[in-house]
């Protein structure tokens, strides 16, 4: 089946430094991927729509120049979080969509960031 | 008020019981739902896709969708300890901007053995 892998599992960074979680599709192409952050006990916020080949698309409410996107190829989009506080502490996964499954998006594992 | 409303649970059931489990909507253009299944601490798993109105049955999963009613449901038979879970529903329009889903806020599932 489809999957989505996501690196890495977890992370612990300081204040103030830069982390990039990266996403990958490994057995299909993903032109279109999304990136969400989930609080403890809450649902999904969609953060992004990551766009192969040009700028992503972010919600409204989402800071651009914090959450920084990358999707530099079919297979693989990264998550920046620049200049990370405690208040970005959560978890973050990222999804996309394999070809010819009408709409079952797949879901990478998540990254439990931790900002101290 | 939310575009997906979802019980948030917790849902207590004895292990052999039937769980179900809903979701409603108040927006008349989702055309396709789904429902997954998240483990603590992971990525959600997709368990059913339905387009429109009907039933859909995979195992001991089933899936029913009510658009007249704005309205869907999720069955699992024969509940066992590995389905305690969150379950979250999904939907999207046909034509959503960038093929968003639109999730409800989830359900947690405990089945007691």
């Known amino acids: 089946g489809a999957v989505v892998s996501q690196h890495p599992s977890w992370v612990i960074c300081k204040s103030g430094t830069s982390v990039k979680i990266e996403c990958r599709s490994l057995?299909?192409?993903?032109?279109?991927m999304f990136w969400y952050r989930q609080f403890p006990k809450q649902s999904l916020m969609l953060m992004a729509t990551?766009?192969?080949?040009?700028?992503?698309?972010?919600e409204q409410g989402v800071e651009k120049d914090k959450f920084l996107i990358n999707h530099a190829s079919l297979t693989l989009s990264t998550l920046t979080v620049t200049s990370a506080h405690p208040e970005d502490s959560s978890f973050y996964i990222c999804?996309?969509?394999?070809?010819?499954?009408?709409?079952?998006?797949?879901f990478g594992s998540g990254t439990r960031l931790t900002v101290v | 008020q939310k575009e997906v409303e979802q019980d948030p649970g917790p849902l207590s059931v004895p292990e052999g019981a039937i769980v179900s489990l809903n979701c409603t909507y108040s927006?008349?253009?989702?055309?396709?739902f789904m429902w997954y299944r998240q483990y603590s601490r992971k990525g959600p798993e997709l368990l059913m896709y339905?387009?429109?109105?009907g039933n859909k049955e995979d195992g001991r999963f089933t899936a029913q969708v009510d658009k007249s009613s704005k309205y869907i449901s999720l069955f699992i038979r024969d509940s066992q300890p590995s389905d305690s879970a969150t379950y979250l529903c999904?939907?999207?329009?046909?034509?959503?901007?960038?093929?968003?889903?639109?999730f409800g806020g989830g359900t947690r599932v405990l089945v007691k053995p």
């Open positions: 057995d299909f192409q993903a032109t279109t």
């Open positions: 927006n008349s253009a989702f055309q396709y």
């Open positions: 999804s996309a969509q394999p070809p010819g499954l009408i709409d079952g998006y797949t």
């Open positions: 999904a939907m999207r329009r046909i034509k959503a901007a960038g093929n968003k889903l639109t």
């Open positions: 339905t387009y429109s109105s």
């Open positions: 990551s766009n192969e080949g040009s700028k992503a698309t972010y």
